[in-house]
């Protein structure tokens, strides 16, 4: 009997373990879910036989070790700064191991002795990053091998709410790790453009958007990711002359959010010791400029706004102008920020998120320029069932079937930009209804 290891019993992973569940006794599985939280294990296993549900804190690696090396197989999707822990034991254990991460230059680092082991390290296998990767690989390699060059690429998705469940004025809700909403973009994002790499500091990053449309959806809007130029050799794009990866917002959403980048309240990097009985309006107050004008009107003077400007709305819907209590520990900017959204951006008991998806593509064929753009939606079934659980999820899970079965001959630190990845896994994820639907305008 296989025993897949799931380390992790979050957001993200009812799917996986609901597809390796329904999965097991026709392949002779156990699956064995460990969480910090063994109650929230024991809940995605749903007393299922073939399913068991242990306690697990990652910082004791005694543990960790003992529950790696009982398995034949190890999926983490532990926070992705201690996925390098799981990785040194799955090496030691000699065990693949599954992530839907990228890869940290730690990661990176082991690719050797994974390879030399004849392991695999298999990452970025779920939605951004994975099914991105895999969806545009595919494209690619048919242009190629029709004989046609690629001058553009643009791939660009985002976690967002679906529109019956749309109901504030940010178009936006939590639906996956909200601490990494907050800190997004951060760093420096890097990309090529018209032949010249371009550099865009977090601080301009929600200025420079591009426009997206997608139909029945209509308007969206999308910023450049971290490192975009890192994944022209992995898909083959040397020659290009523009490549950028992004993430794409509902209309209005980047210009608000710009607000708390430009003030430093999505600054992780230093704690607040805030007074008793401290407030949202305070909070705000702390990063503008002294003035005797109310706040709404020395915010609107700051970033030279009308006082009815929606970018006001949106902020003004959050309680930033209201004298609404917040806790008052020692904690960062982005944390009190984070706390005070969680409230506002929670996901209610019906509602229901999306993923969005596009690609495109400008290519030549012979004399003519033609654009190809390639977009997927995915909408959620409720607030456990998301769409980004089914989209990260089901890759995962798809792909360590196909381990186990030895239909992967891959082996070291890889990501799923080969065709032995791309093609099955691409192919059952059609059943469950995700799949593309292409365009292409002349």
Request: proline fraction near 4%; hydrophobic fraction near 40%; charge should be negative.
């Amino acid at each position: 009997m296989e025993n897949i290891l799931i380390l992790g019993a979050g957001r993200s992973s009812i799917f996986l373990i609901d597809y390796l569940l329904q999965n097991a006794v026709k392949n002779d599985w156990r699956i064995t879910v460990a969480d910090i939280n063994q109650e929230q294990a024991e809940n995605k296993i749903k007393g299922n036989s073939r399913g068991k549900a242990v306690t697990l804190n990652a910082d004791d690696e005694a543990a960790l070790e003992k529950l790696i090396s009982e398995a034949s197989i190890v999926v983490s999707l532990l926070p992705p700064s201690l996925h390098i822990k799981a990785a040194k034991y799955c090496l030691k254990q000699s065990k693949n191991l599954l992530t839907a991460s990228y890869v940290s230059p730690e990661m990176h680092s082991l690719h050797k002795e994974v390879k030399e082991k004849g392991l695999l390290f298999l990452n970025e296998m779920g939605m951004d990053p994975g099914i991105d990767h895999m969806s545009a690989i595919k494209v690619i390699d048919q242009l190629k091998s029709e004989g046609k060059k690629i001058t553009t690429f643009k791939s660009f998705c985002g976690g967002l709410i679906a529109p019956e469940s749309d109901t504030n004025p940010w178009g936006y809700k939590f639906t996956w790790n909200p601490k990494n909403i907050i800190l997004a973009g951060q760093g420096t994002a890097r990309f090529l453009e018209d032949g010249q790499v371009k550099y865009v500091p977090y601080h301009q990053l929600f200025k420079r958007v591009e426009n997206f449309y997608f139909e029945r959806l209509g308007e969206f809007r999308g910023y450049a990711n971290r490192d975009s130029l890192k994944y022209r050799e992995e898909y083959g794009l040397d020659h290009v002359k523009t490549l950028i990866r992004g993430t794409l917002r509902k209309t209005g959403f980047c210009k608000a959010w710009d607000v708390f980048v430009e003030l430093g309240m999505t600054d992780d990097s230093y704690h607040i010791t805030p007074p008793v009985d401290f407030t949202k309006k305070e909070f705000l107050k702390s990063f503008l400029p002294a003035s005797t004008l109310p706040t709404r009107k020395n915010l609107a003077h700051y970033l030279n706004l009308a006082l009815d400007d929606e970018i006001l709305v949106k902020i003004g819907w959050l309680g930033f102008f209201e004298d609404e209590e917040i806790e008052s520990s020692s904690a960062t900017p982005a944390d009190i920020l984070l706390s005070i959204l969680l409230d506002k951006w929670k996901l209610e008991e019906d509602d229901k998120d999306m993923v969005v998806m596009q690609h495109q593509f400008i290519y030549e064929e012979g004399e003519e320029e033609k654009t190809l753009i390639t977009s997927f939606v995915e909408m959620g079934e409720n607030p456990e069932k998301t769409a980004m659980a089914k989209t990260v999820g089901l890759p995962l899970a798809i792909a360590t079937k196909l381990v186990l079965e030895n239909k992967i001959p891959l082996k070291g630190v890889v990501i799923p930009t080969n065709k032995e990845i791309y093609e099955p896994v691409l192919y059952e994820l059609e059943k469950f209804g995700i799949h593309f639907k292409e365009e292409i305008i002349s």
